[in-house]
């Protein structure tokens, strides 16, 4: 097995009062998108930019490919790329111009930087865009010309904090497309996100990180599975039987039930000791029941928790 590409140990970043990141473990595996987790303020961007030497730890430690944050910093920036929450491409330059400046920057010649800004505005679609300012840019072409920037020269590791942010559902898949793309070329991805959907298409594996902890870690299968064997939902036909349909449903799932916004809806999860079978079977009765009570139900699904049920439950744990 090829050695991580991050590794940290008791990581801790202190800002006054304020423990941003307190105590952190993390192992990420070469040539994989791993996700941090968690809601704004929870240390995820204190975390990454620890990692790429922007801050100092104060505590633990901290090595990419096997060289130290802090003692090894050049060697670690000479191997990682990162694309921060917000643009760092001038908005005066076009697309075109801003990819030469910074391959000139990197050490191309002109005529090398030239061609390698085509080929980086011809991968992420941005060809016809290429001599208009960025600032008449949409939001998802911002973010592909910063990606684009960051991989000018192809870095081993590449930080990618909320690149989403912001942005339409399609510009969202588009950098999606992308993040798939760079890392099927070999390059590790750390991405730090606050949309669940986002962290279960792209990461192999995920740490949930909330008040600068990491309060849980694992494949996203193995994070839904933590909270239960699945997540029962339940549409009615009559409004008025929802508090008749609640009753019935925690006492034959043995669960709390949750009243959804629309006022037909409930959901619960059902644990059954992590056995996708027993929750099977626990759901069957509790349609049997509704039935025999004569409530009309219009549809009734078992499925694996989502996400954002994981991160509820974790968070609703930790705050107990």
Do not use: C
């Not at 801790?12 to 994989?32: C, E, H, Q, Y």
């Not at 193995?222 to 019935?248: M, N, Y």
């Not at 669960?255 to 619960?268: C, I, K």
């Amino acid at each position: 097995m090829s050695a991580p590409a991050i590794e940290t140990s008791g990581l801790v970043k202190i800002f006054g009062d304020n423990r941003a990141v307190d105590g952190v473990d993390l192992s990420v595996p070469a040539g994989t998108v791993y996700g941090l987790l968690g809601p704004n303020g929870a240390g995820k961007t204190t975390v990454v930019r620890i990692l790429a030497t922007l801050l100092r730890p104060d505590g633990g430690t901290a090595t990419v490919f096997g060289n130290d944050v802090v003692r090894d910093a050049d060697a670690v920036r000479g191997r990682v790329s990162l694309t921060g929450q917000y643009a760092s491409v001038d908005e005066d330059l076009t697309g075109h111009e801003n990819l030469v400046l910074l391959a000139r920057l990197l050490g191309y010649r002109k005529p090398e930087a030239r061609a390698r800004a085509g080929q980086m505005l011809e991968a992420f679609g941005l060809t016809d865009a290429a001599d208009r300012q960025v600032k008449k840019y949409s939001g998802g072409m911002r973010r592909r010309l910063d990606i684009g920037a960051s991989i000018l020269n192809t870095p081993d590791l590449l930080f990618l904090d909320e690149p989403t942010t912001g942005l339409d559902p399609r510009s969202r898949n588009q950098v999606w497309d992308i993040i798939r793309v760079v890392v099927a070329n070999g390059t590790t991805v750390l991405l730090t996100t606050q949309y669940l959907d986002e962290a279960d298409q792209l990461a192999g594996r995920i740490a949930v990180i909330d008040h600068g902890k990491v309060i849980a870690e694992g494949t996203p299968g193995q994070l839904k599975s933590s909270i239960g064997a699945g997540t029962v939902h339940v549409r009615l036909r009559d409004a008025a039987q929802r508090s008749a349909a609640e009753r019935l449903l925690a006492t034959s799932l043995a669960a709390a039930v949750t009243l959804e916004a629309d006022p037909v809806a409930l959901s619960a999860r059902v644990d059954a000791g992590g056995s996708e079978q027993g929750a099977a079977e626990l759901a069957s009765r509790a349609l049997a029941a509704l039935a025999g009570a004569g409530i009309v139900v219009d549809d009734f699904s078992l499925g694996q928790p989502s996400l954002d049920e994981v991160f509820l439950a974790l968070t609703e744990v930790r705050s107990a």
